[in-house]
């Protein structure tokens, strides 16, 4: 069974960044599709970004020109840099693979964006 382990949330301000890294336990297949999901309080979890290769990316609206997704497959991750960081982008953010017919979750990590 594959492994997610998601770190690097924790607390910023404004206008602030972080960067989410997730760490897959075992390779994934050449057209898996990692990403990363968010669930704020009252909120159904929605798609922020998911990665088949550097070519082949997709963002919510809300983050375009301020997230990056980014992938390494030979260390089996995928990164989530936030950049100008808003009150709206808290929440909890999941890890996401899709391999074939399997799909895999991380635990959460917490963003909060506050001053």
């Known amino acids: 069974q594959l492994q997610l382990v998601e770190s690097g949330g924790g607390l910023v301000q404004p206008g602030g960044s972080l960067n989410l890294s997730c760490a897959a336990s075992?390779?994934?297949?050449?057209?898996?599709?990692m990403g990363w999901y968010r669930q704020a309080p009252g909120k159904q979890r929605e798609l922020v970004a998911r990665?088949?290769?550097?070519?082949?990316?997709d963002y919510t609206e809300s983050v375009k020109g301020r997230f990056i997704i980014s992938r390494d497959r030979a260390k089996n991750t995928v990164h989530l840099q936030m950049n100008s960081l808003e009150p709206e982008d808290t929440a909890v953010y999941y890890c996401?693979?899709?391999?074939?017919?399997?799909?895999?979750w991380g635990q959460g990590t917490q963003v909060t964006v506050s001053s």
């Open positions: 996401n693979v899709r391999d074939g017919a399997r799909e895999f």
């Open positions: 075992e390779k994934t297949g050449t057209l898996s599709v």
């Open positions: 990665i088949l290769n550097r070519s082949l990316t």
